[in-house]
């Protein structure tokens, strides 16, 4: 039992940075409505930030913040370059949907041409491979940094959301924008906060999965971004504690799939399980009574 406890634990800590990763791209179309399939770029880009930082002689920890703020500027310019125009418009989700994989794209390129498709690597050193060990589980210092930080980010983040004038702001226009215009509220200005919230998120997503695994390549976004859809819908489109606790859930299955079935089983039963979400409960696991940043326009 020593070892399913264990791949518990590695599928908890695993899932937290899914879930990091997902809570961005879930906060984005609670406020905008929108699907921003850029989300994955813009999580790649916060890893390469954070490598090359590393790699010119910074402390992990100060690479890793400056990797939030690089990321989250990207992330700002996609919604400038790409979805600012589409917003004058109504009904302008599937042109949205089409301008974001375009970015994507063009983020990827880019990478790809610094990188010259190599997958960098770390430097050994980066971070203390350090290992304690808490009634027969072994965790490292790195999964504790990981949890630690996920969370303290998860619990900023839903602090600004509730408690704050800027958080009560963004829920006001995820409600309806036009009516939080009539009141004095900027929706430029929120979306743009949303977009560096969310983008900050994924950049740190970045730096811990490019650190856990160190490998850091052009597309390693693309995978998770098909998990953060799976997250969002299990947990509920626009719901940041749903996409919690969905990315806890997918983290777990996927780390048991991958010890104890075949090899491929794992994504098999992550995706089966979107169907059925899809098919039994639609809104997901906390659609329909969110504390979340969306609402209906």
Known sequence: MTLFFQQVLNGLISGAVYALFALGFTLIFGVQKVLNLAHAGVFMAGAFIGYYLVSIGLPFWLAAIFAMLGAGLVSVLVDLLALRQLRTRRNAEFAAIVATIGVDFVLISIAQILSKTQVYRFPFDTFPAVFFTFGGLRISLLQIVIVVTVVTLVLAMMYYLKWTTYGRQVRAVASNDRAAKLLGINPNLIYTQTFF???ALAGMA??????SFNSIHFMMGQPYMLYAFVIVVLGGLGSVPGALAAGLIIGVIRTLGIAYFPAGMAD??????????????PSGLAGSAAVNAGGRR
């Open 206 to 211: 970045g730096v811990l999965i490019g650190l």
């Open 197 to 199: 919230i969310a983008g």
């Open 268 to 281: 098999i039963v992550i995706f089966l399980l979107l169907f059925v979400i899809l098919l039994v409960k």
